[in-house]
């Protein structure tokens, strides 16, 4: 596993102040026919007795649309990004830990969360794709694009391939160890294409505009890696 450097557990925690450390799930309830449409209510977040620590000890309450009820199902440190699965359960990137974990949904409204794939380079944004009867996870690492071939319901993990290598990071000599925004999102548009962002150095530095490859852009591949090429960028 790498070593988790301070910049981004300081980033994973400005998450958190109420819900980083905690899973929600939002499900339907009845509603009532007068209220206006996109109306938000104030809702108390439901908490199991046995996660009622800080900020949890005393009662939260968030707007949330008419018609839904907010609870926390888990409680996951330094959670950046989560990717709900068809089975109702979800995956969750942890970067300062390195790790993508499962997040079984009980009957009961409990969870159970165990980590499914382990030893990355900061995880954060990641992104299904099926084909045939395979279906795959990418994740968007700060040095790379990987990929696994996982279960339908995501309760295992194939081996590791890297289709998109040698992404800048705070480890990339250009940047001499400072890179506020390395970690790396991603998505799988309707074209079949990956898109994935190389983020700026910091919020304004004109050395981004002429780095290989170039931050501050959003980079177009094939779903196996190739024919990467610059999507969009910042002038």
Known sequence: MSTQRPSIRRSA????????AAL?????????????????????????LSLRTTPFDEDRVLMVPPGF?????????????????????????????????????????????????????????????RSDDKLYLYVGESNQVSRFLITPGGASAGEKTVIV?????????????SYRHELKNLVIGPDNKLYVDIASSTNADPIDTTGDPVRSAIYQYDLDGKNGRIFARDP
């Open 13 to 20: 925690a400005a998450v958190g102040a109420l819900l980083a």
């Open 24 to 48: 929600v799930l939002l499900s339907t309830i009845r509603s009532s026919a007068t209220e206006p449409p996109n109306a938000l209510l104030p809702t108390t977040v439901e908490v199991p």
């Open 69 to 129: 009820e907010i609870s926390v199902l888990a409680r996951i440190p330094m959670v950046r990004f989560i990717m709900p699965l068809s089975t109702g359960d979800f995956l969750v990137a942890q970067p300062a830990f390195g790790t993508i974990s499962l997040v079984q949904v009980q009957a009961d409204g409990t969870a159970t969360v165990f980590s499914l794939i382990e030893d990355l380079q900061n995880p954060q944004g990641m992104a299904l794709y």
């Open 165 to 177: 290598p040698n992404l800048p990071e705070s480890s990339s000599p250009e940047l001499r160890g």
